[in-house]
């Protein structure tokens, strides 16, 4: 439904938008910034040659690159879309061809490391305005995306202190036109907010689904026939891309020991309650979490689907 | 949609069936048994004096009362519907009113416990086929209840050894009727393969939201508003009833803590990985964990619906 986009803008946010990395969300930027207008020209840009010539089969480009240099010299926006792990090589990669007052921005789940990996390739008079769309699907690859992906979502800046008010405000306002609720932080602060709110979630899920698999006193097929009680809702996160949450790990590394370190804590306490038979300490919690459910459910951010912050359907 | 459950039977499976408690899984049996024709005549038997006038009102049994040893006195079949904690209190009321040949079952999450708090109360003549019907919804009461709850769900018999096999076929046959697939296990093997597919789940989610709300770093706001990133679905299920999950884990216990245990061990080996950048590990385990995604995709049992085996929506 790209009606729920609203109506394409008279005159463009940029003159020339590069995407470094077309799977599902540098497909989806491309398809919702040429549906809106908000880029006179888009350059798409990816290792491979493959995807390269999908998204000249697809049109959703007016340029298709596997040249990271060459593709990003016209931009004054260019969108790194490519897992955590690889950032601070294609920055290096980009530098030679970055025009002076161009705008840089990702769209990584992790922010200081990203930070760490592409500032220093940077040319001064290039700003940097680091993002992340809290949005995605199970799917991946040019094929995946859709223009109204990032709707009614979150998109969290993480501008350095340093950041020019103007760079700020026009990539804030080129998601804002794609639909999106823009935050500002701190990458650190992001980090933190993000281990505990999906980086953790999501090793949790990993995690209890291979302990599963483990088990020698109950068998895989039991554990998929019961799945219904509880375990099914954990198999769908842990369905996930291995490698793009590889490199979250690995790069919210502090976020995530320390909060998985607070979450054994208490999961000890809750062990220690059900060993001695302490429940009112169990009744307590169970009572407690029900506040912040009723909290989501309030502010609208529930949904029927469990997508884990991932849209099931185009829409 | 009643039609799913297929006909009323000619000639009842049961003379009368006595259910005692009466809320989402009691009234539901009734609504069934009646809509079925399963038994001549119901009897609810609850502790609550509201609970029983609600049920005259609602028509769903033959008679409703709160005198536990009255209320079974001609029943063939009585099933307990009340929380684990309290069915050997329920079992002793009972007694004195269980007629010779009489079959008693109950519908708790906990198999073991249940076995050890009924099995002393039951006279010589008695037959006990406890039962763990995998179904429910969010909801609690009479009112909640709906004639289709157990249609296309799993219901795990658990009969001691030296059960009569005939009293165990015609409980079978009550809960197939009722349309749920019956397995048959040892009470032992249940409480461990629930532990993993449904109360360690259960615990974990209830945990993560705990830990959540007593960041002091990360506001309860922004764990709220970012919920879409993973922690949504935790949420969902940390709103359970609280003192039918106390009771769960209270008296699951052993297979509880050995199977929080288990995911421990292997939290703390992947913690381990992330530390030490071993992101191979990770991909392993990211990559072994879609086969069991798989499993429950193609076994039918993956539903749009986040339930945690609850329903949300009579159907």
Not at 10 to 15: A, G, K, M, Q, Y
Not at 160 to 164: I, T
């Given at each position: 439904m790209p009606e729920r986009l609203g109506p394409a803008r008279?005159?463009?946010?940029?003159?020339c938008v590069a995407l470094i990395g077309i799977g599902l969300i540098g497909s989806s930027i491309a398809r919702a910034a040429r549906h809106l207008n908000l880029a006179h020209q888009i350059v798409a840009i990816d290792a491979s040659d493959a995807v390269v010539a999908r998204v000249r089969e697809l049109g959703i480009a007016d340029e298709a690159t596997t040249d990271v240099a060459a593709g990003v010299r016209d931009a004054d926006l260019v969108i790194l879309c490519v897992p955590v792990g690889v950032c601070g090589r294609v920055a290096e990669a980009m530098k030679p061809g970055l025009k002076p007052g161009c705008i840089v921005s990702d769209v990584g789940s992790v922010k200081a490391s990203v930070v760490a990996q592409v500032q220093p390739h940077l040319p001064a008079g290039v700003h940097f305005v680091p993002a992340h769309p809290v949005a995605g699907t199970e799917h991946s690859g040019?094929?995946?995306?859709?223009?109204?992906?990032?709707?009614n979502r979150w998109c969290i800046l993480t501008p350095?202190?340093?950041?020019?008010d103007e760079a700020v405000e026009r990539v804030r306002a080129f998601w804002a036109a794609m639909g999106s609720n823009v935050e500002v932080m701190s990458a650190q602060h992001h980090d933190l907010v993000l281990a505990i709110t999906s980086h953790v979630p999501h090793l949790i899920a990993y995690n209890i689904v291979g302990t599963a698999a483990d088990l020698e006193t109950v068998t895989q097929s039991e554990v998929i026939k019961f799945s219904?009680?509880?375990f099914r809702d954990f198999t769908r996160i842990a369905a996930s891309d291995p490698t793009m949450w590889r490199d979250i790990f690995l790069h919210n590394k502090d976020a995530v020991l320390e909060m998985l370190g607070r979450l054994n804590e208490d999961i000890a306490l809750l062990a220690r309650a059900i060993r001695w038979g302490e429940g009112d300490k169990l009744h307590d919690l169970f009572t407690r979490t029900r506040a912040i459910r009723r909290g989501i459910i309030s502010l609208g951010q529930?949904?029927?689907?469990?997508?884990f912050g991932r849209r099931r359907e185009s829409q």
């Open positions: 008279e005159t463009p946010l940029f003159e040019p094929d995946a995306g859709f223009s109204t992906l990032f709707h350095p202190e340093d950041a020019a219904a009680g509880g529930e949904t029927p689907e469990p997508d």
